[in-house]
């Protein structure tokens, strides 16, 4: 069928293309924000690995289409049909086998990944609605993953609050750099989602359940901790500040902040309300009218019921 040449040239072709393709999956680092935790390489890695089969397969598609224009276009008035590839059983195979090759192997390094990622709520979710589960495998999925300081997280509308194993609640999170971290994950009311970018987890909040991540934070630094679930009127309010910091700035901020009184943050739900329209023009749109203060500190207090 094909020529001795020929052969060479599609093989370098697609040797072309395997190295353009990977260096495109190498852009795909510079898209996402820092990395600011170990999960985060992994999750990169991954989306980075998909990148590089996308631009493959799009690439190479995108050469034979092109090929076929330039060298193979019918002569005007030839109404031939072309070659036809229909009972030609090498050609169904591969067709067929390329593509279950290349989703299991996709699938197997999508789980490996993610079973590293550590996230133990969601094995308990599934563990409950398994029907024959032998109590010897529960407690091998339900083992705790090492991490060497757990930190609760309470959620509600529309509120973040941490609180520390020597009991002191704060309204930002504070994380030792290079110690793994758990945090449970309480939500008192609706759903609610953790989701720092910089982090690339982002995990449900369900309530009445306890959700534990494991991330282990790599680079100092301060990030932004967001809602990711519209859980409110007041949803996209729910921020809080995250810090990096190195072991003996954490314990400082522990303990000084313990000595002195809760920290306080801004209240962005009240400051919100009360705040002027900045818009240079009236575009005419009905907007949600926020509740006066006063309104919307009672409703808060009701929600915390
Ligand atoms: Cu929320």
Known sequence: MFTFLEYILIAFYVAGLLIVSRWIGQQAFSWMPV?????????????????????????????VIVYAIIFHRARQKDYSEGHSVRGDARIELLWTAVPTLLVLWIAFKGFSIYQQLNILGLQQIVHLHTPVESPAYATVANKPQPATETIDVFVKQWEWSFRYPNNLTSKELHLPVNRSTRLNLHAQDVIHGFYVSAFRLKQDIIPNRNIDIVLTPIRSGKYRLKDSQFSGTYFALMEADVYVEPLDTYNQWLTQTTANEPTQTKDWVVAESIQAHKTFFNSGWQTFIPASPAIAKERKVSNDT
């Open 35 to 63: 990395q600011a935790t170990a999960e985060a390489q992994r999750v990169d890695d991954l989306f980075s690995f998909l990148v590089s089969i996308g631009a493959f397969i799009l690439l190479g598609l995108v050469g």
